[in-house]
C-alpha cells in the first residue's frame, strides 16, 4: 500500500484492511573467492556484488531481504548456514549449484532434506539453477555468476515473493517491441538478451557476455528469445520484459 493508497482508504473511513505479512527471504553467497564490498579481494578472490541486487529485487517486490553471512566452501560451515535459512519465509542461495569439487550446495542441502523440484533450466543466462524446499520452505539455488543471478532473480525470485504474498499477477510483464536490429537464431536454450527499449524499439546489446554487470546496468530490459527460435530481422516484433 503507497501513500495515495492509504489517503483513499483513510476517506472512504475505513480503518482495517487485510494485508499479506512481509516474507521474509534469507539470501546466502557461498564460494571462498567471495568478499564483501569494502574488504581487500585477495589474488583468487572477487567482492560479492549480486546479493545485493537481489535483496533490492526482494525489498521491491514486498518481501524482506536478509543478506546472511558468505559461506565458505566447508561443508559443515554451509550446512549450518542452510539449516538457518529454513527458518525463513523463502530460502535463496547463490552460487554452488554447478557440477565441480566445490559445489556443494545440492549435496549438503540434500541432507537437510531438500526436495528438487528441478535442477537445470534451458535458457542463457541462468542454466544453473535449483528449484524446490529446504525443509517445510520454498526453495532457489540461483547460480552464482552476477548476471545470471539477477536474471533468474528478476524470472524466478521475484514472481515467488509476489505469489506468496497472495498476489495474483506474480509473473514479468510482457510487452512488445520492434526489432532494431536483425538477430541470429537462439539455438538449444531461451535467451534473454540484455537490451534497451526506447519509444517501442528494442536494440541488444552487442555484448551479452554473463559476466558482464555494467551491460545490465545499461539495460532497461531483458529481450526474450524462445528455445529453438529462427534468426529476427529487424523490425519484427518480439517480446520483451521490462528491468
Same mark, same amino acid.
Given at each position: 500500500?503507497?501513500?495515495?493508497?492509504?489517503?483513499?482508504?483513510?476517506?472512504?473511513?475505513?480503518?482495517?484492511?487485510?494485508?499479506?505479512?512481509?516474507?521474509?527471504?534469507?539470501?546466502?553467497?557461498?564460494?571462498?573467492?567471495?568478499?564483501?564490498?569494502?574488504?581487500?579481494?585477495?589474488?583468487?578472490?572477487?567482492?560479492?556484488?549480486?546479493?545485493?541486487?537481489?535483496?533490492?529485487?526482494?525489498?521491491?517486490?514486498?518481501?524482506?531481504?536478509?543478506?546472511?553471512?558468505?559461506?565458505?566452501?566447508? /561443508?559443515?560451515?554451509?550446512?549450518? /548456514?542452510?539449516?538457518?535459512?529454513?527458518?525463513?519465509?523463502?530460502?535463496?542461495?547463490?552460487?554452488?549449484?554447478?557440477?565441480?569439487?566445490?559445489?556443494?550446495?545440492?549435496?549438503?542441502?540434500?541432507?537437510?532434506?531438500?526436495?528438487?523440484?528441478?535442477?537445470?533450466?534451458?535458457?542463457?543466462?541462468?542454466?544453473?539453477?535449483?528449484?524446490?524446499?529446504?525443509?517445510?520452505?520454498?526453495?532457489?539455488?540461483?547460480?552464482?555468476?552476477?548476471?545470471?543471478?539477477?536474471?533468474?532473480?528478476?524470472?524466478?525470485?521475484?514472481?515467488?515473493?509476489?505469489?506468496?504474498?497472495?498476489?495474483?499477477?506474480?509473473?514479468?510483464?510482457?510487452?512488445?517491441?520492434?526489432?532494431?536490429?536483425?538477430?541470429?537464431?537462439?539455438?538449444?536454450?531461451?535467451?534473454?538478451?540484455?537490451?534497451?527499449?526506447?519509444?517501442?524499439?528494442?536494440?541488444?546489446?552487442?555484448?551479452?557476455?554473463?559476466?558482464?554487470?555494467?551491460?545490465?546496468?545499461?539495460?532497461?530490459?531483458?529481450?526474450?528469445?524462445?528455445?529453438?527460435?529462427?534468426?529476427?530481422?529487424?523490425?519484427?516484433?518480439?517480446?520483451?520484459?521490462?528491468?
Amino acid at each position: 500500500l503507497g501513500p495515495s493508497d492509504l489517503a483513499l482508504l483513510a476517506a472512504m473511513n475505513v480503518a482495517e484492511v487485510s494485508v499479506a505479512r512481509r516474507p521474509r527471504v534469507a539470501l546466502l553467497a557461498t564460494g571462498d573467492e567471495l568478499v564483501m564490498p569494502g574488504d581487500a579481494p585477495g589474488p583468487d578472490q572477487i567482492i560479492a556484488s549480486n546479493i545485493f541486487a537481489l535483496k533490492a529485487m526482494v525489498d521491491a517486490a514486498g518481501g524482506e531481504g536478509v543478506i546472511l553471512p558468505i559461506a565458505p566452501d566447508r /561443508e559443515e560451515a554451509l550446512e549450518a /548456514e542452510m539449516a538457518e535459512m529454513a527458518t525463513a519465509d523463502i530460502a535463496v542461495t547463490i552460487g554452488g549449484a554447478s557440477v565441480g569439487d566445490y559445489d556443494l550446495v545440492g549435496r549438503v542441502g540434500a541432507g537437510l532434506g531438500m526436495e528438487r523440484a528441478f535442477y537445470k533450466i534451458a535458457m542463457r543466462p541462468g542454466k544453473p539453477l535449483i528449484a524446490g524446499r529446504l525443509g517445510a520452505v520454498p526453495y532457489l539455488g540461483l547460480p552464482g555468476n552476477p548476471v545470471s543471478a539477477i536474471v533468474t532473480g528478476h524470472l524466478f525470485l521475484v514472481p515467488l515473493v509476489r505469489r506468496w504474498q497472495g498476489l495474483a499477477e506474480a509473473l514479468p510483464t510482457r510487452l512488445m517491441a520492434r526489432l532494431a536490429q536483425d538477430v541470429g537464431p537462439t539455438g538449444p536454450r531461451m535467451h534473454y538478451m540484455r537490451a534497451v527499449l526506447k519509444d517501442g524499439v528494442v536494440t541488444p546489446f552487442a555484448e551479452q557476455d554473463s559476466s558482464l554487470l555494467r551491460v545490465l546496468s545499461d539495460a532497461n530490459v531483458l529481450l526474450e528469445r524462445p528455445l529453438g527460435d529462427r534468426p529476427r530481422k529487424a523490425g519484427e516484433e518480439v517480446p520483451v520484459l521490462p528491468l
